[in-house]
Every structure is written in C-alpha cells, then in structure tokens.
C-alpha cells in the first residue's frame, strides 16, 4: 500500500511517500519539501499574515498533487507547533484543509515528541535500552524519554530555531552578545524540564532526530560504521559549543558554504545550536547519535500497526 505523510512543520511542508504493509518496514520511494520559515510571516500578535496563509495554501496544493501523481492510496497529514501555536490558527487550519481536501491531525506538542519517540525506538532498536530524545522544529524542541516505545516522559519547550531566531537572533550576523542573550533565556526555560528528565534513569543512548541536528552533526560530528554497511552520524556537545562562536560571527551567506548546512537552515542554524548545546549541558550528555526517522516516519509507523490490527 501506498502512503504519503505530510508534514506541515514551522520550517518546511514535507511530503513523504512511502511504500508499506503491516509488519513490514516501510520503504520511502519519494520526499517533497517546501521551505517556508512561518516564523517570518508572524504578525506581533502571533497570528500567521495573510501573506504566509497563501504560501501554505500553495505548498499544501502542490504536495497534494504530488501526493496524486504517485499513487498515494492514503495520505496523513498533520501540523506541528507553527499553526498550532497561532492565534489565528483556527482559521489556518480551515484554509489548509480547504486546499488539502480532507481534515488535518493538529498535533500537540507532546505528541510529537510521542511520534518521533515512536520512531527513533523503532530505527534504534530495543536493544538501545533507555533512550533519549532531542528534536528541533522552527517552532519548539521536543523531548522525550523511556525504556518502551511510548516515552515515559515527554515535553514540548517553545525553543524552535526559527522561533529563537527571530526572537533573540534577529541581526545578521547576530554576534556573540546575542548568541549569550539566547543561551540564558533556554538554560531558565529549560530548567523545569531538565529537573523532570534528571528524575528518569540515566540513558543508554541520546539520539536526534531533526534536519537541524543532523545539519549540526554534519558540521561538528563525525561518522562512525554501522550495521550491514551503514554509517551512524554522532554529534558531541564539546565540539558543537566549540562552533557556536564562529557560527555567531559569519553571516548567512557565508554559513551555507560550511559542511552540512543548506540554504534553507542558514538563517536558523546559529539558534538551532545554541538550544541543543543548553539542551545537552542541562541534561548532562556528552554526545548523541542522529537519527533518519523522525516524526514523518512515527506517524506511518503508527497508521501500520492500526492496520495490522482492525
């Protein structure tokens, strides 16, 4: 069968086409992306402008027809902390659903920790024992924890990269003064859950599961061999905070020119480490491993499993 995961995230509108059947792992034949940053399309109210309205209306259109021209038997689409966290996200939503033709899942934010959780236990695997995960959307940073595939814990902090970057990183480049402005303001919002993680069982294995972390890992990570031939990517918090300096004092332009960082993760890639490496240091990991499948491949994961089973 034939499914599509649409993802309308705070950075991107990402389709995602997969082959699948119960009991089998799933097999992704194509991946559509859209950048949009809604973050720049935030009115001083919170609502999304009529100008980033439309761009989501055509982005969802044109994944729609993709989603057609492939064959995708059922498509499950769903919108993370940028609609859901807009004061006019009611009627985002129905103009996104008019475009789509059919109901949109808002999910909340932890559960899309729970999905993405779902999915980096599956890719690890129970041998990996107690697991931790970071994920960072444009929106928030999710994390989750647990020894099961459901997480015993999971939180939903508002430190996206786009969210910080227009908040606290506006200049361009934003210099270190800012860069410190940021690092504060994630060490007090990240204190509550910190004190609630630090309770669970010390990890076995830290995993990432974002582009943003896996652009980082690209950059200040190294590569290590896998099973049956694959290569496992690990980011060590020394030196990711080794690189927020010298991120800070190059502006976009010449950031995308560094290993791992794409055009459309230039302006977002500063915040985006400065709220791992707090994230790391008020956890106290030293290192984590990225991982492919994320909340794309948690929600297919799920929709197999209810098949599966009536």
């Known amino acids: 069968m034939r499914l599509g995961v649409l993802d309308i995230g705070s950075n991107t509108v990402h389709l995602l086409v ?8 799933p097999l992704a034949t194509t991946s559509h992306r859209t950048v949009l940053r809604l973050m720049r399309y935030l ?74 959780f779902l999915a980096v236990r599956r890719w690890l695997g129970w041998s990996a024992g107690q697991i931790l995960l970071f994920d960072i959307g444009g929106g928030s ?3 989750a924890a647990g020894a099961d595939e459901l997480p015993q814990l999971a939180a939903s902090v508002p430190l996206g990269a786009g969210r910080m970057t227009v908040g606290y990183l506006p200049e361009d480049p934003p210099g270190e003064d800012a860069v410190e402005r940021l690092r504060a303001h994630a060490e007090e919002v990240l204190a509550p859950a910190a004190a609630g993680f630090g309770a669970l069982p010390r990890p076995d294995h830290v995993a990432g599961s974002s582009k943003a972390i896996r652009s980082l890992a690209r950059l200040a990570g190294y590569p290590v061999p896998g099973w049956s031939g694959s290569e496992r990517l690990l980011l060590p918090r020394q030196a990711l905070g080794s690189w927020i300096p010298r991120l800070a004092r190059l502006p976009a332009s ?4 560094l290993p791992g960082i794409t055009p459309d993760r ?13 994230a790391m240091r008020a956890l106290d990991i030293d290192e984590l491993e990225v991982s492919p499948w994320a909340l794309r491949e948690g929600v297919l994961l799920r929709y197999i499993e209810a098949m599966a089973w009536g």
């Open 18 to 25: 997969a082959d699948a059947h119960p009991g089998g792992r």
């Open 43 to 116: 009115t001083p109210t919170g609502a999304i402008s009529e100008e980033g309205v439309r761009a989501l209306e055509d982005a969802v259109a044109e994944a729609r027809e993709t989603a057609r021209r492939e064959g995708v038997a059922e498509l499950l689409a769903t919108a993370t902390s940028a609609v859901r966290d807009a004061t006019n996200g009611e009627l985002v939503i129905a103009r996104i659903e008019e475009a789509l033709g059919q109901p949109l899942q808002v999910l909340g934010g932890e559960d899309e920790a729970r999905f993405t």
């Open 254 to 257: 010449a950031r995308q020119e």
């Open 266 to 278: 230039t302006f977002q890639i500063v915040a985006g480490a400065v709220v791992l490496h707090t």
């Open 141 to 143: 940073l999710e994390i």
